[in-house]
């Protein structure tokens, strides 16, 4: 039971010495095949700017940082120890000229209307207790026209390993669209791999509207 709520806690908000030392390596080790995948479904270009919402250990924003070499990427994360760890990831890789991270809350994000063309979540959404708000905070930070890919494991996978866990919710591929349509988005498409293994690969991609010109009545 102990062991079952420190896993709770640790990987839905690392904290402490044990969250400082242990949670980025063990992050980025047991998420590389989501968060490949995640990173591939966003198709990140080279003038994007990218959020990174749940950063974690910070695999996510190397992978960003891969695959489009001169996009500006933000990370944000509500653990300060994932925060200082992926900073030192970042200077120790010499990519802070043009990936920054910093402390945040999907909830309320820091970050003005229209901001990113792009905005990538792996595995953190579980995590997050008013999903249709997050999901419109998400929207507002983003332009016009913007993509957003949600990573997770579906509730089929994970639901067995997560018996009793209070404060996270899971979900079947297609409901998450469907929450993602009710906060305004547009949903591209759901991506639902390696179903049957214990972990498997969703991601769901949406895009914010681009809003219709009103037409004048004369
Ligand atoms: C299970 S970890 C996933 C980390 C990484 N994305 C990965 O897949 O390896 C969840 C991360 O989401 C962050 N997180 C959870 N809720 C959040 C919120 N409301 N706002 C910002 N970050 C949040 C946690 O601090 C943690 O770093």
């Known amino acids: 039971m102990y062991v079952d709520s420190l896993l709770r806690s640790q990987f839905g908000k690392p904290s402490g010495l044990f969250g400082a030392l242990f949670m980025g390596p063990i992050l980025n080790l ?21 959020l990174d ?8 924003l190397l992978a960003l940082a891969a695959k489009a070499p001169e996009a500006k990427i933000v990370g944000v994360d509500y653990s300060r120890e994932m925060v200082e760890t992926a900073a030192r990831l970042v200077r120790d890789k010499k990519l802070d000229a043009r990936v920054s991270v910093k402390w ?52 089929a996978s994970l639901g067995p390993l997560t018996r009793d866990w209070e404060g996270f919710w899971l979900y079947e591929p297609r409901k998450f669209a469907g929450i ?32 219709r010109r009103q037409s004048s009545t004369v």
């Open 104 to 155: 945040g809350d999907v909830a309320k994000l820091p970050f003005r209307a229209g901001t990113f063309h792009k905005v990538l979540t792996v595995n953190s959404l579980y995590y997050w207790p008013d999903l249709i708000g997050s999901l419109r905070e998400v929207a507002r930070v983003m332009k016009p026209g913007g993509r957003l890919a949600a990573g997770f494991r579906s509730e």
């Open 30 to 50: 047991s998420n590389t095949r989501l968060v490949n995948a995640a990173v591939e479904l966003l198709d990140p270009q080279a003038k994007d700017t990218v």
């Open 180 to 211: 993602m349509r009710k906060a305004g988005f547009e949903a591209l498409r759901v991506e639902h791999r390696d179903q049957g293994q214990v972990l498997d690969t969703v991601v769901v991609v949406g895009r914010k509207p681009v809003a």
């Open 53 to 60: 919402i749940g950063f974690g250990g910070g695999l996510s």
